[in-house]
Structure formats: structure tokens, C-alpha cells
């Protein structure tokens, strides 16, 4: 088949040179036509080489050949990657102000293109009309992922990983039209990686009516369940003792002991690539149960013996199977050290790949609240900050998690 493959100014060009690989692997004749703008970012070099053709940008280059129709016409289909919001607004008015431009108004083949930009930009409702207008005209308009964009932000506008790109083009060539864009597709920057998060807090028992537990929601760890679902990954959650939904396409395992929790870790721990222990797990346990309701009638006072439970985030770290461990820890100040200093310190003795810190008090932190959050790294340094509500800090925690390199892909 015969492939015009746009590529217009943003960052993301530099991934496009490798679905030109492939579908030059698959043996497709593909002409590469960048903006004068993309050459900023991938040189027309890499075009050439990689397409084994020339890559003009300029309506004036080569005109005895008359190209800038004749390269539309011969096309069986058209590609544009990445799509910037000025290159979306241009083709939805028609415009014919360079090559690729011209190419477009002189193709009959199927057109898609693989918009790429900021999360800002993409959400503008002048974007979101040019989009329109394109889809009403028969164009196929890929949706952006969700995950890491250029700077430190994330959301949706990030291109689709080349795979994707490639599997759509083939897709609308056969007029089968877009496949699905979902979590599944291998949209996001988390695709193909199986990311198990603990939420909410253990409750010890006393007794059948009573426990020990403590204050923990469940909201920060479902948020970054929800989250890293949105950005590609499969998700389970285990649950302790948490109230909430989990969102759409997320796994669940409900537990409520930490040792129904550690249970639960092992039986996922094998296939995990990123484990967040958000869980607020019970540092002590009654050393016995009583089967029995304990009677306040004929005594005096009650002494409860307490005996520490297990560390899992430690047990998690010294084991190594999961390569990417990720603890959290809610801290407050008291006459030792400040809230910052005891987070330090806990990050260095737990030794998780990150650690993810907020200062709470008896109104701070908890439940349906926005969240304030310091990440520190293994040696307790402190690799970024986030505030706002618990989804945005849960694509902060995201972010640097991917920041820590390649992660591994079981899916
Ligand atoms: N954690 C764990 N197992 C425990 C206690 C905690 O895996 N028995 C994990 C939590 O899920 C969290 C991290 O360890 O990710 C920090 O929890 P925290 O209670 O703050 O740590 P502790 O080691 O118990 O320290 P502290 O003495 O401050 O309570």
C-alpha cells in the first residue's frame, strides 16, 4: 500500500519515525511529508532514510512532477502524526499553505490523523471544533492518550504509542474504521504494565465487634488505580476495609486483616510490575483474639496486649520480585523531628523505589479531600511535590514513577 504520511510540529515527531519503521518493515511504500515546523524536532534526514525517499515540505520543491497533487492522489492512505492544534485548524479550514497541506485537499484516500499536544490546548473548544469538522467530513481522528507529556504534566494529549498508530492506519486502510480506544489499546504511557495498588486500612480484631484500625479511605489509592487504568495499565486493587467503587475496568480483591492483605499481595506478587502499598496497614495487633464479646460488667479496666505485625512493604523490597515498589507514608512532627525528617528517614529504611509522603493532622489528609504530597526517593531525597485533588496526585505519583526508567511490561 501506499502511505503519505504527514508530520506536522510537535515533540512527539521523534516517535513517528518508528511506525514509519514499521510500516516500512511490512513492506509499504510510505512518503514522508514534514511541515517546515516538525523540522525542528526530527530532522528530514531520518525521513529519507527511513523511507527511502525523498521528503519534501515545500509546495515549490520538485515542481515539474507536480507533487503536492500528485502524491495525494497516488496515496491509498493518508497519515498525520503528530497532528498539532495549528495543523488541525488549518485542515479543517482547507488551507493549502504548504505541501502537506495541498496533499490533503488532492487525496480520495481515507484519512487519519494522531493528534498530539497539551492537555490545554486539546481540551480548547476552537481544537474541539476543528476536530468536529474534520470527523464530519469523514476524517479518522485518533484520541489522544492519557499519560506524560513534554513537561512535568500529564493528561490526555499525549500520541498514542506507534503500535497503536500502526494498528489503526491498518484498520481504517481496510475501512474497518478506528479501532477501540480504550484502556486496552495500548493508549497510554502504563500499556501492557500490571500495577497492583493497596488502599484503605487494616482493622485488627479485638473481638467480633471490635478492631483496630485507623482513619485511611481509600480515595488516594483508588484515585491512582482509576488513574493508572486511564494511562493503560491493568489495575488490581486490594481493597482493606474501603467503602468506595472502583472504577470501570479496574480488578478488586476486598480484604481486611494484614494478613488477609499479605495474602492477597502474594497472590498477585509474581505478575506485578509496579506495586503501590497506599494501604495504611496496622503496625500493632492484639496479641490474642477473643471469640467472645469482651464484657465491660466486672471489669475494672481493660489492658489490651498488643504485638507488631508484619512489615509487607519491607518483606515486599528484601524479596525483589516486584520491581517497582512504591510505599507511602502519612507523617506528622513531634519533638524528634520534623514530619519532612521522620519521611526521610522512613524512606531510606524502607528502601521502596519511592516513597510518597503527606503531612497529616486530624483534619489534614483524609477522606474526599485534595491531598498535598512530597515524593522522595530510596535515599530519601525529594524527587517532586503535588497538590490538588487526590486523581491529580495520583498522575504526580504516576509521573514519577515513570520518571524511574523503563518499567517492565508482564501484560
Ligand atoms: N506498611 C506495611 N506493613 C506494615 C506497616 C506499613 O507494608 N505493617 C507500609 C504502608 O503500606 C506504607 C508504608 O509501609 O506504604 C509506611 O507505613 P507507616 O505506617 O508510615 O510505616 P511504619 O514502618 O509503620 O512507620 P511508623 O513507625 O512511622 O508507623
Known sequence: MRVLLGVTGGIAAYKVALVLRRLAEDGHDVRVIP?????????????????????????????????????????????????????????????ARDLLGNALL?????????????????????????????????????????????????????????????????????????????????WGDLAGVRVVVTAGGTREPI?????????????QGFAIAEAARERGA???????????????????????????????IETVEDECDVLVMAAAVADFAPAQRSDHKIKKAGNGGLTLELVPTEDLLRGLVERGTVPVVVGFAAETGDDAASAAEHAAAKARRKGAALLVFNEVGTTKGFGDVPNSVRILDAAGAEVAAASGSKLAVAHAVLDAIASLGTIRKSV
Do not use: C
Open 35 to 95: 511541515t517546515a515546523a516538525s523540522l525542528n524536532f526530527v530532522g528530514r534526514a531520518t525521513w529519507e532514510a527511513l523511507s527511502g525517499h525523498p521528503a519534501p515540505t515545500d509546495t515549490f520543491e520538485d515542481v515539474p512532477s507536480v507533487q503536492h497533487v500528485r502524491l495525494g492522489q497516488s496515496a491509498d492512505l493518508v497519515l498525520v502524526a503528530p497532528a498539532t492544534a495549528d495543523f488541525l485548524a488549518a485542515y479543517a479550514r482547507g488551507e
Open 106 to 186: 488532492a487525496t480520495h484516500a481515507p484519512v487519519l490523523v494522531a493528534p498530539a499536544m497539551h492537555t490545554e490546548m486539546w481540551e480548547h473548544p476552537a481544537t474541539q471544533a476543528n476536530v468536529a469538522t474534520l470527523k464530519a467530513r469523514g476524517v479518522h481522528v485518533l484520541d489522544p492518550a492519557v499519560g506524560r507529556l513534554t513537561g512535568a504534566d500529564s493528561g490526555p494529549g499525549r500520541l498514542p504509542e506507534p503500535d497503536a498508530i500502526v494498528a489503526a492506519a491498518y484498520a481504517v486502510a481496510e475501512g474497518a474504521g478506528l479501532p477501540s480506544q480504550g484502556p486496552d489499546a495500548g
Open 207 to 219: 473481638d467480633p465487634v471490635r478492631y483496630l484500625g485507623n482513619r485511611s479511605s481509600g480515595h
Open 234 to 264: 491493568e489495575v488490581t486493587v486490594v481493597a482493606a476495609n474501603v467503602s468506595l467503587p472502583v472504577s470501570e475496568g479496574v480488578n478488586r480483591i476486598d480484604v481486611s486483616t494484614g494478613t488477609e492483605l499479605a495474602h492477597a
